[in-house]
């Protein structure tokens, strides 16, 4: 596609329920980003991929955070038994190569855990 | 000591202001660094690199400190269109390669 897909744009969900966002990276990106911004706050770094394998896992705020990509391409990120404090947007960067270049982002998920 | 760390303004600034910004970073092997804008509920997008030999695109200035860590941005004749959260993102590991990360953004509010 043209830039990163993300989806759904909006997740409204109840405070236990487990929910997986989705990112599209930009064809031919290698490297995926997960970041999370709650509301008027800086990114949070939490996965990083090259390919399929996850080198930096290290920002996941607990095991309820987990994250995969699949033939080089998509990723979903799961959260289980989502809480409110996991309210925030969710947002995928996707790069060239696998040097910390230009990322892409896409225009995020708004996850509001009521 | 944070990893990226930017003071977050606001500041607020007329019309055709020059204004600077600093963002400085704790691990001194990284070596790519950047300056993203995020306009108001909206993704970052990448302005500008910053190159050790300094980079200037238009109004926009960037420069590198590495014997003091950090990097800055000017912004000469500020334009209301300027007006955003701007994001320094710094590569966590030594060289290129690995992730980016961002500070938490410094607001720039330019009025008329």
């Known amino acids: 596609g043209a830039g990163v897909s993300q989806s759904p744009s909006n997740k409204v969900t109840e405070k236990g329920k487990d929910v997986e966002l989705r990112c599209d990276p930009i064809?031919?990106?290698?490297?995926l980003y997960w970041y999370r911004q709650s509301l008027g706050q800086g990114l949070e770094f939490l996965i990083y991929?090259?390919?399929?394998?996850?080198?930096?896992k290290s920002g996941l705020p607990s095991d309820r955070f987990s994250a995969e990509r699949t033939g080089g391409s998509v990723s979903t990120l799961t959260i289980q038994r989502t809480q409110q404090e996991d309210s925030a947007v969710y947002l995928c960067?996707?790069?060239?190569?696998?040097?910390?270049?230009?990322?892409?982002f896409g225009s995020g998920t708004q996850l509001s855990v009521l | 000591r944070k990893e990226v760390e930017q003071d977050p303004g606001p500041f607020n600034v007329p019309e055709g202001a020059t204004v600077a910004f600093n963002c400085t970073y704790s691990n001194s092997a990284s070596q790519s660094f950047f300056w993203y804008r995020q306009d108001c509920r909206k993704e970052p997008k990448l302005l500008m690199s910053v190159y050790s030999s300094g980079n200037e695109d238009g109004r926009f200035t960037a420069q590198l400190n590495r014997a003091s860590q950090y990097i800055s941005l000017l912004i000469r004749d500020s334009k209301l269109s300027d007006s955003a959260t701007y994001l320094c993102a710094v590569n966590r590991y030594g060289g290129s390669q690995g992730n980016l990360i961002f500070g938490k953004g410094t607001k720039l509010s330019v009025k008329p």
């Open positions: 991929f090259q390919g399929n394998s996850a080198p930096d």
């Open positions: 960067a996707s790069s060239r190569q696998y040097s910390a270049e230009k990322l892409f």
């Open positions: 064809s031919g990106h290698t490297a």
